[in-house]
């Protein structure tokens, strides 16, 4: 047995619902039923069991999620207790847990896991360009603080479908996901798809950078289009996107760091029946609109019509400029010596 994943990412956040992956291998020469369980104490010194059953097969890898709640005081050395028991199913549906064939102790310093501050947030980003998110991260003398009265926000990036849970409760610690370089028809018939949907009816933010080129989320087999904001996606070609400089940066005349001048885009139309919740321009520009939003139980996804994604844009967005227009914050992005600066003003 081996913990292949603490936390999505490998963050934990304090006092937060989180998913644990392990890999577990069999020796037995026949399948059997296993109750995987995880074991966290809590400040007060009470110890909460989280149980789930699956099938072991005979030399071969199975991965399991499990979720729990982490204490509020945990930290890089406290040690996570995972254990396996065989299970045996009785006539009413339940199990009887039998003898104990395997244990695993982990802390997350030993897992090269993080430990982010309680009051600090997460937003993940699937796709290895943090598109300009990363200025929301700011370390003055070390620590990772926001200089502008919100809560510090810790950048999740380069994740992958292959990597999300299979239960909303292992998203709870992430306030928004940034899904920019996947396809979504990865999720197909998947309980990850179901997890990601509950998620963000419970309030959480998807935001979906959409690809220039290859846009696998107008596809009809896409298990997320019930979510998607009710908007006909119409890609537009040879289009100038120093029209949109304001939006993406505070450079405004772009003598040093020039747009592509000749770029594909998405707009889009949103038909004259749709209820307003279903698709609310956020954006609009010489293209039409470019961000549209539609609210999902208590959360929201937002489509961009913008590849932000793309080298030659990625580089130059500005989260003041640009993202804090989608993740409604009013957060300014500093420079190095400007942190360091504040750093004596706090």
Request: aromatic share 6%.
């Amino acid at each position: 047995m081996a913990a292949e994943t603490l936390g999505v990412g490998n963050y934990l956040r304090p006092g937060e619902m989180v998913g644990f992956r392990l890999v577990l291998t069999d020796t037995l020469d026949r399948p059997r039923e296993v109750a995987v369980r995880l074991r966290l104490t809590d400040a007060d010194g009470d110890t909460t069991v989280y149980q789930r059953a699956i099938t072991l097969n005979p030399q071969r890898a199975v991965g399991v999620w499990l979720y729990g709640r982490l204490p509020w005081n945990i930290r890089p050395s406290t040690v996570i207790s995972f254990t396996v028991n065989v299970a045996t199913p009785t006539a009413s549906g339940g199990l009887e847990i039998g003898r104990q064939i395997g244990v695993l102790r982990v802390s997350p310093g030993s897992a090269q896991s993080t430990v982010i501050d309680r009051e600090a947030a997460l937003a993940g980003v699937i796709g290895r360009r943090p598109m300009g998110l990363e200025h929301y991260t700011q370390s003055i003398g070390g620590a990772i603080v926001s200089v502008a009265g919100h809560e510090a926000l810790r950048i999740v990036s380069d994740l992958t479908p292959a990597g999300f849970p299979d239960q909303w409760e292992g998203w709870a610690g992430f306030e928004t996901i940034v899904w920019s370089q996947a396809d979504p028809n990865e999720l197909e018939g998947d309980a990850r798809a179901s997890a990601l949907i509950e998620w963000v009816n419970r309030g959480g933010q998807l935001v979906i950078v959409l690809p220039s080129v290859a846009n696998p989320w107008s596809s009809p087999r896409n298990p997320l289009a019930s979510i998607l904001p009710r908007a006909e996606m119409e890609r537009v070609v040879d289009v100038n996107l120093n029209e949109y400089r304001a939006l993406l940066t505070l450079d405004k005349d772009g003598a040093t760091s020039p747009l592509p001048t000749s770029a594909a885009i998405h707009r889009f139309v949103i038909p004259r029946d749709t209820e307003f919740a279903e698709a609310i321009p956020l954006i609009t520009g010489t293209q039409g609109c470019v961000v549209v939003r539609r609210l999902v139980g208590a959360g929201m996804v937002t489509l961009v019509g913008l590849d932000v994604s793309a080298p030659t844009v990625a580089v130059q967005v500005r989260s003041d400029a640009f993202w804090n227009r989608i993740l409604g914050r009013r957060t300014d992005q500093l420079t190095t010596a400007e942190a360091e600066a504040a750093r004596w003003r706090i």
